[in-house]
């Protein structure tokens, strides 16, 4: 059971725009930034959004990020094929004293 | 260019020892965050430890009191001592520096731990 919660799966066809929730509380997302992470299956992750919204170089300007009180939300607009992977929310938690992640949303390009 | 090239990974009997290292070359392991993060395949990420530039090291639960982090400036190098393993914590461990925190910017490629009899 994560600390985060994310959708198990999501889906969109080419072009759409997709968005993944992260859902925690007042002792992680409500008190420290949010990251966001892609996981192409058999490689290592990368790191796709930090503090809440800003793309680090070389991330496409299609995915965005958001946060609002405990709650924090990923869209990826103009869906491609390439963007088929996990995708993970993660922050600090002030309670346990550690990184938090959400359980990741598997994106699937129909 | 940051690159975290990892090594160490291995079949360990439970109850075992292990140390993990990740060589580091575009950052200095004196300045920025490292942290190790697992994942059992097929699972999601499982964070596991980070030191801070000033040395300050946080662990998570299930590790802690078995797992120690350490930095060798001088290779710039990063380390995960690992003892009493458990079937538990097999998994891929990946480790991973940042500039700010919390956040993970580059990442290692992997390495497969296995702890089974």
């Known amino acids: 059971q994560s600390v985060l919660t994310q959708p198990p799966s999501a889906s969109g066809t080419p072009g759409q725009k997709v968005t993944i929730s992260c859902s925690g509380g007042?002792?992680?997302?409500?008190?420290?930034?949010v990251n966001w992470y892609q996981q192409i299956p058999g490689t290592a992750p990368k790191l796709l959004i930090h503090?809440?919204?800003y793309r680090p170089a070389g991330v496409p300007d299609r995915f965005s990020a958001s946060k609002s009180g405990t709650s924090a939300s990923l869209a990826i607009s103009g869906l491609q094929s390439e963007d088929e992977a996990d995708y993970y929310c993660?922050?600090?938690?002030?309670?346990?004293?550690?990184?938090?992640f959400g359980g990741g949303t598997r994106l699937t390009v129909l | 260019e940051v690159q975290l090239v990892q090594s160490g990974g291995d079949l360990i009997q439970p109850g075992g020892s292990l140390t993990l290292s990740c060589a580091a070359s575009?950052?200095?392991?004196?300045?920025?965050?490292l942290s190790w993060v697992r994942q059992v395949p097929g699972k999601g990420l499982e964070w596991v430890s980070v030191?801070?530039?000033?040395?300050?090291?946080y662990y998570a639960g299930p590790v802690k009191g078995r797992f120690i982090i350490s930095r060798d400036s001088s290779k710039n190098t990063v380390f995960l001592q690992m003892t009493s393993l458990r079937v538990g914590d097999t998994a891929v461990y990946y480790c991973?520096?940042?500039?700010?925190?919390?956040?993970?910017?580059?990442w290692g490629q992997g390495t497969l731990v296995t702890v089974s009899s």
């Open positions: 991973a520096s940042s500039t700010g925190w919390p956040g993970f910017d580059y």
């Open positions: 575009g950052i200095s392991v004196n300045v920025d965050y």
């Open positions: 030191m801070h530039p000033d040395g300050k090291t």
């Open positions: 007042r002792s992680n997302i409500g008190s420290y930034i």
């Open positions: 503090s809440d919204s």
């Open positions: 993660g922050t600090w938690d002030t309670i346990l004293d550690g990184v938090v």
